[in-house]
């Protein structure tokens, strides 16, 4: 018994996949359900499994191949069994693969092909061990041209030698290969298309690798008269997935015609919604989660934004299919909440946080991140107070949330402090027109400002859910070294007052009280559970200026793994107003008016 083990197929839209390891060598032994490989796609990554037991007997792709869903990737038998004919079926499969791109034949095989080949294919391994990886048919080019794969550079897939490289080293060299821009850019910028590294399909060069080359030549370089020099600290490669992410936001990027809007809505009532339908409902609910039943009625308000835009056609949709964009280490990733216009909101909550907890672990598969018609990502955990989102392609329109932030506004003469929720809406001024645009966030803005009708029977407005007090304190200083300070639900002596806090000290702790409520929001969104959080801020010297503030966050997490809490805590610091105030480049204006 015995089987090829081929690169599995993780969803309709695969076209590639890469191995990034092997979790066993040649000859080891594995059970059924063991894991053999892992691979990553465009947009996920997952582990291949024995589906018999035996021995993994041969290879036929290195780490970083990328190839073709459907492609062998090895053989697994029984120790003693012939495998000659998996063998043979498996080499026959690497020839003849279909390209992954744009590339011929032979570069296609070439990401599908590896050193390994049967003891009856020694003659040609060894013709193109000295030159690296080439496929079956240049090996046995070089044979019949006579020519030494060692002097042959690759211009398939991962520098794989291909039929056509083979055949132009004993021919001399040929026109480079570069497409119509590239040379049109080429010509613009005077760059030699024979220098240019191309990262094309089968290495033909882009207008990027022009442009990049272009730019490169402009820089500064170290010369005997002196000058800035460059010392390389690491390369980074494209994985899969990122290389995928790249391509989708430059495709959006150059096609859609890109226009943001910007609005800034009150979040009071917004943030009493969230307060009171987590208290309300048996659910844990958040901003997020009523910021999306409010997205879903706009979407009901104008249904031209909840489409896609594919071969010159506007296609708009019934269900409110909502991607919603995590930050993973890999890049950003859209997850689906599907039809939110049909679920509850304890509904939207439960399945935002379950979607954002496996993504986050990695758990998430193709069919998570199938069917989005609209597109939410959320910089303001990271403290971005504007930004303009790129459309995710094929849909028209993504929403950009922002850092909660202080306004000053006048009211009947007398100016007051309110907090706001920036968004901004990027759209495609192909599909949709700015005016649309325009009542579309008005739309969405009045369904923040009011969003109690949207929600369940069950969450009841609050007595100051649109009537909070600023955050504005006065502090006062009568004579000597006391005084008072005074704010909102807080009236208290300060200094010299016996028992009563110094000016550091209500600073100290209000950089505690924010971190903790930080740190404890991030947590939240990405559904760790955390007990108490207490922080602690310590300023030194006891006395005179401060030189230094050491804090200490203690979190009740027994289940969290570090390298989350790590992330929790750093997140928190970020977004944490208070400690934005402890920033050199901030700026201080001080005047000064007779009372």
Same mark, same amino acid.
């Given at each position: 018994?015995?089987?090829?083990?081929?690169?599995?197929?993780?969803?309709?839209?695969?076209?590639?996949?890469?191995?990034?390891?092997?979790?066993?060598?040649?000859?080891? #032994?594995?059970?059924?359900?063991?894991?053999?490989?892992?691979?990553?796609?465009?947009?996920?990554?997952?582990?291949?499994?024995?589906?018999?037991?035996?021995?993994?007997?041969?290879?036929?792709?290195?780490?970083?191949?990328?190839?073709?869903?459907?492609?062998?990737?090895?053989?697994?038998?029984?120790?003693?069994?012939?495998?000659?004919?998996?063998?043979?079926?498996?080499?026959?499969?690497?020839?003849?693969?279909?390209?992954?791109?744009?590339?011929?034949?032979?570069?296609?095989?070439?990401?599908?092909?590896?050193?390994?080949?049967?003891?009856?294919?020694?003659?040609?391994?060894?013709?193109?061990?000295?030159?690296?990886?080439?496929?079956?048919?240049?090996?046995?080019?070089?044979?019949?041209?006579?020519?030494?794969?060692?002097?042959?550079?690759?211009?398939?897939?991962?520098?794989?030698?291909?039929?056509?490289?083979?055949?132009?080293?004993?021919?001399?060299?040929?026109?480079?290969?570069?497409?119509?821009?590239?040379?049109? !850019?080429?010509?613009?910028?005077?760059?030699?298309?024979?220098?240019?590294?191309?990262?094309?399909?089968?290495?033909?060069?882009?207008?990027?690798?022009?442009?990049?080359?272009?730019? #490169?030549?402009?820089?500064?370089? $170290?010369?005997?008269?002196?000058?800035?020099?460059?010392?390389?600290?690491?390369?980074?490669?494209?994985?899969?997935?990122?290389?995928?992410?790249?391509?989708?936001?430059?495709?959006?990027?150059?096609?859609?015609?890109?226009?943001?809007?910007?609005?800034?809505?009150?979040?009071?009532?917004?943030?009493?919604?969230?307060?009171?339908?987590?208290?309300?409902?048996?659910?844990?609910?958040?901003?997020?989660?009523?910021?999306?039943?409010?997205?879903?009625?706009?979407?009901?308000?104008?249904? $031209?934004?909840?489409?896609?835009?594919?071969?010159?056609?506007?296609?708009?949709?019934?269900?409110?299919?909502?991607?919603?964009?995590?930050?993973?280490?890999?890049?950003?990733?859209?997850?689906?909440?599907?039809?939110?216009?049909?679920?509850?909101?304890?509904?939207?909550?439960?399945?935002?946080?379950?979607?954002?907890?496996?993504?986050?672990?990695?758990?998430?598969?193709?069919?998570?991140?199938?069917?989005?018609?609209?597109?939410?990502?959320?910089?303001?955990?990271?403290?971005?107070?504007?930004?303009?989102?790129?459309?995710?392609?094929?849909?028209?329109?993504?929403?950009?949330?922002?850092?909660?932030?202080?306004?000053?506004?006048?009211?009947?003469?007398?100016?007051?402090?309110?907090?706001?929720?920036?968004?901004?809406?990027?759209?495609?001024?192909?599909?949709?027109?700015?005016?649309?645009?325009? !009542?579309?966030?008005?739309?969405?803005?009045?369904?923040?400002?009011?969003?109690?009708?949207?929600?369940?029977?069950?969450?009841?407005?609050?007595?100051?859910?649109?009537? !909070?007090?600023?955050?504005?304190?006065?502090?006062?200083?009568?004579?000597?070294?006391?005084?008072?300070?005074?704010?909102?639900?807080?009236?208290?002596?300060?200094?010299?007052?016996?028992?009563?806090?110094?000016?550091?000290?209500?600073?100290?702790?209000?950089?505690?009280?924010?971190?903790?409520?930080?740190?404890?929001?991030?947590?939240?969104?990405?559904?760790?559970?955390?007990?108490?959080?207490?922080?602690?801020?310590?300023?030194?010297?006891?006395?005179? #200026?401060?030189?230094?503030?050491?804090?200490?966050?203690?979190?009740?997490?027994?289940?969290?793994?570090?390298?989350?809490?790590?992330?929790?805590?750093?997140?928190?610091?970020?977004?944490?107003?208070?400690?934005?105030?402890?920033?050199?480049?901030?700026?201080?204006?001080?005047?000064?008016?007779?009372?």
């Amino acid at each position: 018994m015995g089987y090829v083990v081929r690169m599995p197929k993780l969803g309709l839209e695969m076209e590639e996949g890469v191995l990034l390891d092997w979790a066993v060598e040649e000859g080891d #032994s594995v059970d059924v359900d063991d894991v053999v490989a892992e691979i990553e796609s465009e947009k996920t990554s997952a582990e291949v499994e024995s589906r018999e037991g035996g021995v993994l007997r041969r290879t036929f792709l290195d780490e970083g191949d990328a190839v073709a869903p459907g492609t062998p990737m090895g053989i697994i038998a029984d120790p003693d069994a012939d495998i000659s004919d998996l063998v043979a079926e498996a080499e026959a499969d690497l020839d003849d693969a279909a390209p992954t791109s744009d590339s011929s034949e032979e570069d296609a095989a070439a990401a599908r092909s590896a050193e390994s080949s049967t003891e009856s294919d020694t003659a040609a391994a060894s013709a193109g061990s000295a030159g690296g990886k080439a496929t079956p048919r240049a090996r046995k080019r070089a044979e019949e041209l006579g020519v030494d794969l060692g002097t042959v550079e690759g211009s398939g897939p991962e520098g794989a030698i291909t039929a056509d490289d083979v055949e132009a080293a004993e021919s001399g060299p040929e026109e480079v290969k570069a497409s119509p821009r590239a040379k049109q !850019r080429a010509e613009e910028f005077g760059v030699d298309l024979a220098g240019v590294s191309g990262s094309g399909p089968g290495g033909a060069v882009t207008a990027d690798d022009v442009e990049a080359a272009a730019e #490169s030549a402009s820089e500064p370089t $170290a010369d005997a008269g002196g000058g800035a020099t460059r010392t390389l600290a690491e390369e980074r490669a494209f994985g899969g997935m990122r290389r995928s992410i790249a391509n989708r936001l430059g495709e959006s990027y150059r096609n859609a015609v890109h226009v943001t809007e910007h609005r800034e809505p009150d979040a009071a009532a917004l943030r009493a919604a969230a307060d009171a339908a987590d208290e309300a409902l048996e659910a844990d609910v958040s901003m997020p989660d009523v910021l999306l039943v409010a997205l879903s009625a706009a979407l009901d308000d104008h249904p $031209a934004f909840n489409a896609t835009f594919e071969e010159e056609t506007h296609r708009l949709y019934e269900e409110h299919n909502v991607c919603v964009a995590v930050d993973i280490d890999e890049g950003l990733v859209t997850p689906v909440v599907p039809d939110v216009g049909a679920k509850s909101l304890s509904e939207i909550a439960e399945t935002r946080r379950e979607i954002t907890r496996r993504t986050l672990d990695g758990d998430y598969t193709m069919d998570d991140l199938r069917g989005g018609t609209f597109t939410v990502t959320n910089l303001g955990v990271l403290g971005v107070e504007s930004f303009d989102p790129i459309i995710n392609p094929p849909q028209i329109a993504i929403l950009g949330v922002n850092a909660v932030s202080e306004r000053v506004t006048m009211a009947d003469g007398t100016p007051e402090s309110r907090r706001v929720l920036p968004l901004d809406l990027s759209f495609d001024h192909r599909v949709v027109d700015g005016a649309d645009a325009a !009542r579309f966030l008005r739309s969405l803005v009045g369904h923040i400002e009011d969003p109690w009708p949207l929600l369940p029977e069950a969450v009841t407005p609050t007595d100051d859910a649109t009537d !909070r007090p600023p955050r504005l304190a006065t502090a006062t200083t009568s004579e000597g070294m006391a005084g008072t300070v005074r704010a909102p639900d807080l009236d208290h002596g300060y200094g010299a007052n016996d028992g009563a806090p110094s000016p550091v000290d209500l600073f100290l702790s209000s950089l505690s009280a924010c971190l903790s409520l930080s740190v404890r929001y991030q947590a939240d969104i990405r559904d760790v559970d955390v007990g108490s959080i207490e922080v602690t801020a310590d300023g030194e010297p006891a006395t005179g #200026s401060v030189e230094r503030i050491d804090v200490t966050v203690a979190i009740d997490a027994p289940e969290a793994a570090d390298e989350t809490l790590d992330r929790v805590v750093e997140l928190g610091e970020r977004s944490c107003h208070v400690a934005e105030l402890l920033r050199e480049d901030l700026p201080m204006e001080l005047t000064w008016e007779r009372a």
